[in-house]
């Protein structure tokens, strides 16, 4: 007899756990994939956290058991291509700033994923604004302040969040290094400070692929895996000298490098182009002093005019809520210049490829993840509301308004 109880009640939780499993149709009148040209009047149904089918509702129906949720524009989850959210708070307060330690200027062996904390305010802050991603970790503000990391908004722990542990490590060049240590002290110091440290990693690298590797060395495994490709370096340099900087050092050392920040980019468009290196550029809105104080908004229509790629990124500020919302900045942006699907494209396909994480998340098709943002209007009016945001199939933020 108890056995039959027993058996009813596990037979009974696997229904409940089938009736559960989120089955979800999003009908827009305008969907952008990222896949080729948005569908007017279309349809996506999501099963078991993926994407399933899309396309236009004359070829897809919608089964009466799905749970039916319409906008006017859907686009896929936004990927901020580079924050801090998670390992600085939303709070000026000593306790929740762990995105740059200022004990030692070259720390690349500090790990994101050893910070991040995945119920922070913040986080919770930008997945209402749509950021279903986020490329995050140590910021700007040291010669090399540590690694960054991928990871969902939407989930409690970093072990349910994460997508990638470790993504790039995060180096600064120019002045703002000065403000949080005495030395290096000038921009020719700090460059032959990382130069040196990544002569001796190559040599470390050299011998932990021999027969007789020396004692682990974290700070030089971590630049060892920027030199084996395993790794790529993200520098941020605003100012045209530091840019010209970046660009002899990934040549001299042969490493992947991401161009952040960038506020005198349009100055280096042919430099820049021709060494093959894409951008997290800067926030449009960005406050314009020290290293941006010549900062455009009308840098990320020239970055696309050219045929560079390049990505949205909040980046870190110093005041609360100390990040900003890469929607707007990529809606001042298509207001100084930039065409919107290009706008689209680089807070949503464009930072998944530069990350590579395009075969997650990104765009709209089928098999993918299943990150979607439901707007009430043009998402770059300043009047849209998102009123539902959708994650691994999951409704995680639903308003009437914003």
């Known amino acids: 007899m108890i056995k039959r109880i027993f ?3 596990v037979i009974l939780l696997s229904f409940t756990s089938t009736l559960l499993r989120a089955q979800i149709a999003v009908r827009g009148e305008t969907i952008h994939t990222m896949n080729g040209e948005p569908i007017q009047n279309g349809v996506i149904l999501v099963s078991d956290e993926k994407i399933e089918a899309v396309g236009s509702a004359d070829e897809i129906q919608i089964p009466n058991n799905y749970d039916v949720h319409e906008a006017s524009v859907v686009t896929p989850g936004l990927i901020d291509a580079h924050t801090v959210v998670g390992l600085a708070g939303i709070y000026n307060l000593d306790s929740d700033q762990d995105q740059l330690d200022d004990s030692d200027p070259i720390q690349p062996q500090l790990r994101a994923i050893d910070a991040y904390n995945a119920r922070e305010e913040l ?5 209402d604004k749509g950021v279903t991603t986020v490329h995050t970790g140590h910021g700007p503000g040291a010669i090399a302040s540590g690694q960054t ?4 908004t939407p989930y409690q722990t970093v072990e349910e969040a994460v997508i990638d542990s470790a993504t790039t490590v995060a180096f600064t060049l120019g ?3 000065d403000r949080y240590f005495d030395s290096p002290g000038t921009r020719a110091k700090g460059v032959a400070m990382l130069r040196q440290t990544f002569i001796k990693a190559r040599e470390y690298a050299e011998k932990r692929n021999s027969d007789d590797p020396p004692s682990k060395d974290l700070k030089m495994e971590a630049l060892a895996d920027i030199l084996d490709g395993k790794l790529t370096a993200m520098i941020t340099a605003h100012q045209s000298q530091d840019i010209m900087t970046a660009l002899r ?4 050392f042969g490493f992947e490098m991401i161009l952040d920040g960038a506020a005198e980019a349009y100055l280096l468009i042919d430099e820049i182009r021709d060494a093959g290196v894409p951008v997290f550029i800067h926030p449009t809105m960005v406050r314009t002093s020290g290293d941006t104080k010549n900062a455009s908004f009308t840098t990320a229509a020239k970055l696309a005019e050219a045929g560079i ?3 949205f990124q909040s980046g870190f500020e110093s005041y609360v809520p100390k990040t900003r919302i890469i929607l707007y900045e990529a809606a001042i942006a298509v207001a100084n210049g930039l065409p919107r699907e290009a706008a689209l494209r680089a807070m949503t396909i464009q930072p998944a490829q530069l990350l590579n994480i395009e075969k997650r998340v990104g765009s709209i098709a089928v098999g993918k993840d299943a990150d979607i943002v439901l707007f009430d209007g043009d998402p770059f009016e300043y009047t849209t509301h998102i009123s539902t945001v959708i994650v691994d199939g999951k409704v995680v933020n639903e308003n009437d308004s914003d």
């Open 7 to 9: 058996l009813s009640i």
């Open 123 to 127: 986080v919770k802050f930008v997945l």
């Open 149 to 152: 990391m991928i990871a969902k």
């Open 175 to 177: 002045s703002m290094v």
């Open 249 to 252: 050092l990934k040549e001299e």
């Open 309 to 311: 790629p390049f990505a």
